[in-house]
T-cell receptor, first 114, second 115 residues
Framework: DAGVIQSPRHEVTEMGQEVTLRCKPI?????LFWYRQTMMRGLELLIY????????DSGMPEDRFSAKMPNASFSTLKIQPSEPRDSAVYFC????????????FGPGTRLTVT | AQKVTQAQTEISVVEKEDVTLDCVYE???????LFWYKQPPSGELVFLIR??????QNEISGRYSWNFQKSTSSFNFTITASQVVDSAVYFC????????????FGKGTKLSVKP
């Protein structure tokens, strides 16, 4: 079975531009998580969805960040406008239905905002 | 409050040495899960193990073993006869059962295994 798929793997953009990160969770998983990883702050949970519904977005740093999950097989994380401090690796993870909380991570998107 | 502490920021060993990565957690819950993840230089996060708070039996998987002690709130990870391929950042994590999977991660321990 395919794992969590993220695209793009690398993104370089200029400050002020809109950035959209994409995630396809593992088929059959009903929870999806977006994380950000930086050297300074480590792994931070940004938002998570359960059955396509956002459950907790308290980790979203500010209004420039938004996330959607229009269906069970697709989610996006959008940053508009992007800033240099948004540079990080963004991970998407999914969790099986009725599982025991382990999450399976995608390969991540390395975002660089210049 | 829930918290995971990995006090060892970096560890360096020579191949074939045994190494133990420490993890101490804080929680007021009586039911929870503990996890270890591996992040190799390629960057992906790989799930290694899950432990239920009711199960204090140690677990061994090949060269990997985990020691869970509720009395000291620790969930330590030992690699026996380390290999260069074990070089990675290792994360310990905690979740509350029924929390819909919200994981609290430690800061990670970077393990370097030199030939």
């Amino acid at each position: 079975d395919a794992g969590v798929i993220q695209s793009p793997r690398h993104e370089v953009t200029e400050m002020g531009q809109e950035v959209t990160l994409r995630c396809k969770p593992i088929s059959g998983h009903n929870s999806l998580f977006w994380y950000r990883q930086t050297m300074m702050r480590g792994l931070e949970l940004l938002i998570y969805f359960n059955n396509n519904v956002p459950i907790d977005d308290s980790g979203m740093p500010e209004d420039r960040f938004s996330a959607k999950m229009p269906n069970a097989s697709f989610s996006t994380l959008k940053i508009q406008p992007s800033e240099p401090r948004d540079s990080a690796v963004y991970f998407c993870a999914s969790r099986p239905t009725g599982g025991t909380d382990e999450q399976y991570f995608g390969p991540g998107t390395r975002l660089t905002v210049t | 409050a829930q918290k995971v502490t990995q006090a060892q920021t970096e560890i360096s060993v020579v191949e074939k040495e045994d190494v133990t990565l420490d993890c101490v957690y804080e929680t007021r819950d009586t039911t929870y899960y503990l996890f270890w993840y591996k992040q190799p230089p390629s960057g992906e996060l790989v799930f290694l193990i899950r432990r239920n708070s009711f199960d204090e039996q140690n677990e061994i998987s090949g060269r990997y073993s985990w020691n869970f002690q509720k009395s000291t709130s620790s969930f330590n990870f030992t690699i026996t006869a380390s290999q260069v391929v074990d070089s990675a950042v290792y994360f310990c994590a905690l979740s509350r059962r029924g929390s819909q999977g919200n994981l609290i991660f430690g800061k990670g321990t970077k393990l370097s295994v030199k030939p």
